[in-house]
Every structure is written in C-alpha cells, then in structure tokens.
C-alpha cells in the first residue's frame, strides 16, 4: 500500500506482526475498511514503517488494523520451507 517498502514489528512473534504486513503488502482484502482510503492516501508519502520507534506508522493505523481484522481472518496463509538453489550443479 503507498509507498512503503519496509516494516518493522514491535517486537517478534506478536500475533498482529503478520496482520500489518498483509495490510501493507497485500492491501487488496482491507480496501472495504472505512479508514482504508485514509490509510492508502497517508501511506503513499511513507517508505518505512517501524512499530517498535513508533516512525511512520500513521495516526489511525490501530483503528485500520481492527477494522481489517475481519479480513484478515477470511483469507488463507501458507508457510513455506525455502531451500536455497545451488546453481553451480543445475548448469
């Protein structure tokens, strides 16, 4: 969403750390929250977002966060063991 590239949790492993990225990285799902338009408009002058210092996380986030809840919670996720690729040995 916007411009941002970066996120920063507020600490590791709180349940809402994946709830933001989507949010920010997959806005699609929240664009029917009211404070969406809002969000999408303050975000586009923002490139990193850090929770933990508190710095680019813009005034109203939390009220977007609860209003994405729900969406959050109709779509499905999926975890992945990457292996890294040896070109060496594929040539």
Do not use: H, T
């Not at 994946?18 to 929250?33: G, I, Q, R, S």
């Not at 969000?39 to 002058?45: A, C, F, I, N, S």
């Not at 009220?63 to 060496?88: C, H, T």
């Amino acid at each position: 969403m916007g411009s941002v590239k970066m996120v920063v949790p507020p600490v590791p492993d709180m349940p809402d750390n994946l709830l933001d990225a989507c949010m920010v990285f997959f806005p699609e799902p929240f664009n029917k929250c009211p404070s969406y338009p809002e969000m999408e408009k303050k975000l586009k002058k923002i490139k990193f977002m850090d929770f933990n210092l508190n710095e680019g996380v813009p005034k109203g986030w939390d009220k977007f966060r609860e209003e994405g809840r729900a969406y959050f919670n109709e779509f499905s996720l999926y975890e992945a063991v990457l292996n890294p690729v040896n070109r060496e040995e594929k040539q």
